[in-house]
């Protein structure tokens, strides 16, 4: 109520209450004059009446005034509050009537997700339309990465339901108009003490505290801190690999493994290291955990009168424990050494390179099995170099050569792909001929109608050209008009300084391929089928980001004899990555994000 109402409210009640007696006050005024001033000293009593319309015209007033206030609070009194979580983590606050109040940003992410979009006083569905597409066009929610949050805040708990389940559905259809196979989390979120201080400790929201105490609840095995550190869809994929059922939560949809290497290709690593056929395993299960920090497949199978136990990382898809147990023996003693104990296939064919004096890069048609000979365990290493077929029996437990054939061969055919050891588990290795041109699969995400080639496929051309190595260090080298990648690669006894055409429309190919001698390979090449390689390196970074349209635009590869690293920088929309990855277990040395950061947008919003 506006403050001339109230004045012309009071005056009405006051006129109405005093009764109009002016006339006959100044009449008796002129009675007194003449008969002089009589003191009367009798107390004279005012009507009661007129106290009571005083009093009522007050009440009257009092009443507006709190009437018009109560409208005023009811409408920017906040009712519910409803927070949204992926990696940008933010809150809306609505009053009854579910116009928005405010909407807070909770991280960085969060406040280039809302940008300069003001939502004070609209209706709560387009303020869920307008943050959703953000979400979707500033990739924070992808094909990769495609679950969300969404908690409840309310005084009554039907309507808290109620509203949760609405956004879930409304949410599911933005994300499929998107395109985007999406997966909602939606939760009643409770004014609880237990989740407030986690939600400090861990400097995270309410809504995934929340989530994370119902996890460690279910399952002890996992802790608050380790929990924290993951994604909403990483713990989504938790919930789901592990069946556990979540009170005041309900989830639509399945969250996107697609990050990871998948249970197929886990499988084939482990039955490859195992030297064994599909045919020849039973009772196979497969499971994706999350245990020490790393996301790991972890597969079983039985194979003759044994049973197998492997944990393969997820990301890299290196072998991380293998356990191998006679059926029939309960304690585990078998009568066979453990399969962890052998030296694997890739120190057999060292073995019998060395022996040989041939380089990786110099054979083709390798073929390596595990077998057992008259009681002993070997690795029979087949493989072809120039005119010539060698055969190799290693001993599995020492690596001692036991035999070896060497015999002449007719053989033109030069098509065959090279085995690379020190690349043991990429799904598919680079052809090394260098005659041969590379047509790398390109990355899912990676656009169809991109004008530069994406930094994965300019690493396979280099390793494909020089026959095989690796990449000490590339770099995207940004030009407008002729971008560049540019680095150097080492293979043993030489070194090439290369500059690769980024523009697929470019007519050269290649504007620089020096090589020269080099005599620093042998100081890590015995090491390099223990690390992840460059190309498993740069996945793990756009992974952690949380955004697959990240482009690593440098990479180096630093040996060391203790602490082996790749460092280099990444970056996406508003952002930049500083990282050193061990190359030795593939954990994150450093990573530092720095936001606000416009180079993506300038630079690399066309190349992967």
Not at 15 to 35: A, F, G, K
Not at 148 to 157: C, R
Not at 521 to 529: E, S, T, V
Not at 557 to 565: C, G, I, K, R
Request: charged letters at 30%; one cysteine or more; aromatic letters at 8%.
């Amino acid at each position: 109520m506006k403050k001339t109402e109230i004045d012309n409210k009071i005056r009405t009640a006051v006129n109405h209450s005093v009764p109009d007696v002016l006339d006959s006050i100044l009449s008796r005024c002129e009675e007194h004059r003449e008969r002089g001033i009589v003191m009367n000293t009798t107390h004279v009593k005012k009507p009661r009446w007129t106290k009571t319309l005083s009093r009522i015209a007050a009440v009257l007033i009092l009443v507006a005034v709190g009437v018009s206030g109560y409208f005023v609070y009811g409408e920017q009194a906040v009712d519910s509050v409803i927070a949204f979580e992926v990696n940008p983590s933010l809150e809306i606050k609505i009053n009854k009537n579910e116009k928005v109040l405010d909407v807070i940003p909770l991280n960085e992410e969060a406040r280039v997700v809302i940008g300069n979009m003001d939502f004070k006083n609209t209706n709560l569905e387009m303020a869920v339309n307008a943050l959703i597409g953000s979400m979707l066009k500033n990739g924070y929610i992808d094909d990769m990465h495609n679950s969300i949050l969404v908690s409840v805040e309310n005084k009554n708990e039907a309507k808290r339901t109620a509203l949760g389940q609405r956004l879930r559905d409304e949410i599911m259809a933005l994300l499929k108009a998107g395109s985007i196979d999406g997966a909602v989390l939606s939760q009643s979120l409770s004014d609880d003490d237990d989740v407030k201080t986690v939600a400090t400790e861990n400097e995270i929201t309410r809504g995934k505290a929340q989530l994370i105490l119902q996890l460690v609840s279910k399952n002890p095995k996992y802790t608050v801190e380790e929990l924290a550190k993951l994604s909403i869809n990483e713990l989504n994929i938790l919930i789901g690999a592990r069946h556990i059922e979540l009170e005041n939560t309900s989830i639509e949809g399945t969250a996107s493994t697609k990050v990871y290497i998948g249970k197929n290709v886990a499988v084939k690593t482990a039955l490859d290291h195992a030297g064994l056929s599909d045919s020849a395993i039973r009772d196979l299960d497969v499971d994706l955990d999350y245990d020490d920090g790393r996301w790991i497949y972890e597969v079983e199978f039985k194979a003759n009168n044994f049973e197998y136990d492997y944990d393969i990382d997820a990301l890299t898809g290196k072998i991380l424990s293998v356990d191998k147990d006679d059926i029939d023996d309960d304690d585990g003693d078998d009568n066979n050494p453990a399969l962890s104990t052998y030296i694997g296939k890739d120190n057999a064919v060292k073995a019998a390179l060395n022996h040989a004096g041939l380089s990786a890069s110099a054979i083709r048609d390798l073929e390596v099995e595990l077998d057992e000979d008259d009681g002993r365990w070997i690795y029979e290493v087949e493989f072809k170099a120039s005119n010539f077929e060698y055969d190799y029996d290693i001993d599995a437990l020492t690596g001692k050569v036991l035999s070896v054939d060497k015999d002449d061969i007719d053989d033109d055919d030069d098509d065959d792909d090279d085995y690379y050891p020190t690349q043991p588990t990429q799904p598919t290795n680079p052809p090394a001929t260098p005659t041969r041109p590379a047509n790398p699969p390109a990355t899912p995400t990676q656009p169809a109608a991109t004008t530069r080639m994406s930094a994965a496929t300019a690493r396979a051309k280099v390793i494909n050209k020089f026959g095989g190595g690796i990449i000490q260090k590339i770099e995207y080298a940004y030009d407008e008009s002729n971008p560049k990648y540019k680095g150097e690669a080492l293979k043993d006894g030489y070194r090439v300084v290369f500059e690769l055409n980024a523009n697929l429309k470019a007519i050269k190919e290649w504007d620089k391929w020096d090589v020269g001698n080099d005599n620093t390979w042998d100081d890590f090449a015995h090491a390099l089928g223990q690390m992840i390689t460059m190309n498993q390196a740069a996945n793990s970074v756009i992974s952690r980001s949380g955004k697959s349209n990240t482009f690593v635009q440098k990479i180096d590869f630093l040996w060391d004899d203790s602490e082996p690293l790749y460092q280099g920088e990444a970056f996406s929309k508003g952002v930049k990555y500083s990282f050193e990855i061990n190359a030795n277990n593939g954990d994150f040395e450093e990573w530092d994000v720095s936001t606000g950061d416009d180079t993506w947008e300038e630079k690399y919003y066309n190349v992967q």
